[in-house]
């Protein structure tokens, strides 16, 4: 089977996108993984491979039926992937990390509410977290795509978060961005209990967004 232009650099892309999510502090190891829509299925990152040593060769395409190439091996959450990706059509990239602080918060079963008004990014007023389930099972993969419902991130209890968004570089930003609202929630914590915007003005700020460039996805 020959490899594309177009699907080389996506499968780069996916690499580059995991060198980024342990350089810019949301990843650590090879905890995280990564998909991306893909003609009919999706291309999704090997499993327990140092992403230093990843090459574009070793990401997996899997089918929407989760079947692959019998001598590739994806990444343990492939399903979760997969689901949000057939789920979703709005969606094309799937970001799952162990950000600290939004692990932090995820193992106290605690979801983000609308502390600041970045959230809106995240598709509405709160970041759910999804209750825990074994790594790679069916239960954490309907916990998840239930609570991304009508979201583009989310925590997972005991575990760490997913980003999702129309393209790679989106998912990417939102990742990054969810985790500084788990950390800003979390200092304000240490002070008391933080005043919350009103899920009005999260609906307005969602839709001035669309007008700004950060619109969602
Ligand atoms: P993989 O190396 O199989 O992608 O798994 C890491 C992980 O995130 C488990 O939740």
Not at 98 to 125: S, W
Request: aromatic share 6%.
């Amino acid at each position: 089977m020959s490899t594309t232009a177009e699907e080389l650099a996506k499968r780069q892309a996916i690499i580059d996108a995991c060198r980024r999510m342990n350089a810019l502090g949301i990843n650590q190891g090879t905890s995280g993984n990564i998909s991306v829509r893909h003609v009919d299925g999706l291309l999704v990152t090997p499993t327990s491979v140092p992403y230093e040593a990843m090459t574009p060769d070793q990401i997996v395409f899997m089918a929407m039926d989760g079947t692959h190439a019998p001598d590739q091996k994806p990444s343990s959450e492939w399903r979760f992937h997969r689901d949000i990706l057939k789920s979703r059509g709005d969606v094309n990239a799937v970001v799952h990390a162990h950000p600290t602080y939004c692990t932090i918060l995820a193992i106290m079963g605690m979801e983000i509410p609308p502390v600041h008004y970045m959230i809106a990014a995240a598709g509405g007023d709160s970041i759910r977290c999804a209750p825990y389930a074994t790594f790679g099972t069916v239960e954490l993969s309907e916990h998840a795509v239930r609570a991304l419902e009508g979201r583009l991130a989310c925590l997972l209890d005991h575990h760490g978060m997913i980003a999702i968004g129309k393209t790679l570089d989106k998912a990417m930003w939102l990742a990054v961005e969810v985790e500084t609202l788990a950390r800003q929630y979390h200092g304000c914590l240490q002070i008391g209990k933080p005043p919350l915007l009103p899920s009005e003005e999260i609906e307005r700020v969602r839709q001035r967004m669309a007008g700004y460039g950060l619109s969602e996805g």
